[in-house]
């Protein structure tokens, strides 16, 4: 069974940065996507960022972070992981590690995915 272990969160000023981290163990050969989503409080998950695991290059990302989220893999050490500049209030969320079949042409279809991480928390003050 995939597990997917979050970790970087914290509380940061409007303008700073975080880089959060998901080690990811039991993938299997099918789990071609990887992403990172987030929840806020009362709003529904949405998707944040995606990254194919065997082409890195192939990424994806929700309008709202482009430009100020960068999502990389490490395969070595089974890591995936999200800088996040530019911090703004409404960044603040449960962010959410994310693995997937890749059955679409993008990892950034965010339906696809089907094993969670627990979550890391990410606060962004004014």
């Known amino acids: 069974q995939v597990q997917l272990v979050e970790s970087g969160g914290g509380s940061v000023q409007t303008g700073g940065s975080l880089k959060l981290s998901c080690a990811a163990s039991?993938?299997?050969?099918?789990?071609?996507?990887l992403a990172w989503f987030r929840q806020a409080p009362g709003k529904e998950r949405e998707g944040v960022a995606g990254?194919?695991?065997?082409?890195?290059?192939?990424?994806g990302y929700d309008d709202a972070v482009k430009d100020r989220f960068t999502i990389s893999l490490d395969n070595a050490r089974k890591t995936v992981s999200l800088e996040s500049n530019s911090l703004r209030p409404d960044d603040s969320a449960v962010y959410f590690c994310?693995?997937?079949?890749?059955?679409?042409?993008?990892?950034?279809?965010?339906?696809?995915?089907?094993?969670w991480g627990q979550g890391t928390q990410v606060t962004v003050s004014s």
């Open positions: 994310a693995a997937g079949p890749g059955l679409r042409e993008t990892c950034a279809s965010w339906e696809q995915y089907d094993s």
């Open positions: 039991w993938l299997t050969p099918d789990t071609k996507c």
């Open positions: 990254i194919h695991r065997y082409y890195p290059g192939r990424t």
